[in-house]
């Protein structure tokens, strides 16, 4: 009884110990308070085996809660990896490949699965050419110890592709908002007035239906969230939301390409889009276009594609573009919750982006494949 006595305590002692070794950023071990000494001074070698376990749980709960609870790690150390991973292969550390190269934005999924297949060898490939190692595809020690440092432990929430991701527009938006409550109202879930706000009824609206669909039941769309409910919801019309078209206050000096027909009229100089129709201006926004690096194109263009929940992979990772109208390419003018919250501190990929979602709405509406879109 005394060597269990004596291991045990010396487990106690050390408890601050294992989290600062299992742990890299962890706080420093405590030690024993005093309160948790005296907890631990009334055993005796003749103790039962409860009055030792409730002498010891005392103590701990004694201990200091730094000392108890393990802090927050958003990135990871190196270490040993089990086996080299490649194209081909299936397994549950693949699934956590997946997930890190997604912290990393190398690999732009939504739900990971545990087959190494072409995607992820791209991704794979993708990131050893950016930061030095051989671009084999396989995922060895040096590869591995790389990416960790660029990622974090993934949840079991995201091992088992239910986690709670950022908004898929966020709920400052009146009109995505309106949106998301005409959808609601289709299913039976919301009730309330479809006025955009993110009050009481649509955040339990919200929970229900990711509920409904085996979700946790937050109060947050994700982009998981979205694509089930417009999947079982239809597209409601702009007039069924808003009274009249967007208003418009700002002037933009139009090009002389966009003086006939229906023309989306673009000015990189003046960071303005307006919607021009037989040389009549209908709406005049802030316009954002690309970040250092990239580039808009400028000319007459012709719209040759439209898609109203586009979710751009091509960067690495998923990026929301509500209201895509492509006019060359993969360049497209559409909304940018980006946009909307960092102004003109970032920038597209290329893309000529709106910040206001009533807007971005009304013109998917008003556009057709074959009208032109000048860029000047």
């Not at 030095?132 to 110890?145: L, Y």
């Not at 009824?201 to 239906?209: H, N």
């Not at 769309?221 to 239809?234: F, K, P």
């Not at 709406?283 to 979710?311: H, K, L, Q």
Request: glycine share 8%; with cysteine.
């Amino acid at each position: 009884m005394r060597a269990l006595i004596t291991g045990v305590a010396v487990a106690v002692i050390g408890l601050g110990t294992f989290w600062s070794h299992a742990r890299a950023d962890a706080p420093a071990a405590p030690t024993l308070t005093a309160d948790a000494q005296s907890a631990l001074a009334t055993l005796t070698p003749g103790a039962s085996p409860r009055d030792t376990v409730n002498a010891i749980d005392s103590a701990i709960a004694l201990m200091p809660a730094v000392g108890r609870q393990a802090a927050p790690r958003p990135f990871s150390q190196p270490e040993p990896i089990r086996q080299e991973l490649r194209f081909g292969m299936a397994s549950r550390l693949i699934r956590e490949l997946q997930i890190r190269l997604r912290h990393a934005k190398y690999l732009a999924i939504l739900d990971a699965d545990n087959r190494f297949g072409m995607q992820t060898r791209a991704a794979v490939v993708k990131f050893q050419q950016e930061n030095g190692i051989r671009a084999t595809g396989i995922v060895d020690q040096k590869t591995w110890d790389a990416l960790l440092p660029k990622s974090h432990h993934p949840t079991e929430a995201e091992l088992s592709n239910i986690d709670v991701g950022p908004w898929f527009t966020g709920p400052k938006h009146r009109g995505y908002m309106m949106e998301l409550q005409h959808r609601l109202n289709q299913i039976g879930l919301y009730q309330g007035p479809v006025d955009g706000a993110f009050d009481a009824p649509t955040r339990e609206a919200i929970g229900a239906f990711r509920a409904r669909i085996g979700l946790p039941a937050a109060e947050i769309m994700d982009e998981r969230t979205w694509a089930n409910l417009i999947r079982v919801t239809r597209n409601p019309r702009y007039a069924e939301l808003f009274d009249a078209p967007p208003a418009s206050a700002l002037t933009q000096e139009l090009d002389p390409r966009c003086a006939a027909g229906r023309v989306v009229c673009i000015s990189k100089e003046q960071r303005r889009m307006s919607y021009v129709v037989d040389g009549k201006v209908r709406f005049t926004r802030e316009a954002r276009f690309s970040r250092p690096g990239y580039d808009s194109p400028v000319g007459a263009f012709r719209v040759w594609y439209m898609n109203r929940d586009t979710i751009s992979t091509i960067f690495g990772e998923r990026t929301p573009m509500p209201y895509a109208i492509f006019y060359t390419g993969n360049v497209a003018i559409h909304f940018s919750d980006d946009f909307a919250e960092k102004g003109y501190e970032s920038g597209s990929h290329g893309c000529s982006q709106l910040k206001d979602y009533q807007v971005a709405m009304w013109l998917y509406e008003q556009i057709k494949v074959g009208d032109r879109v000048v860029v000047y």
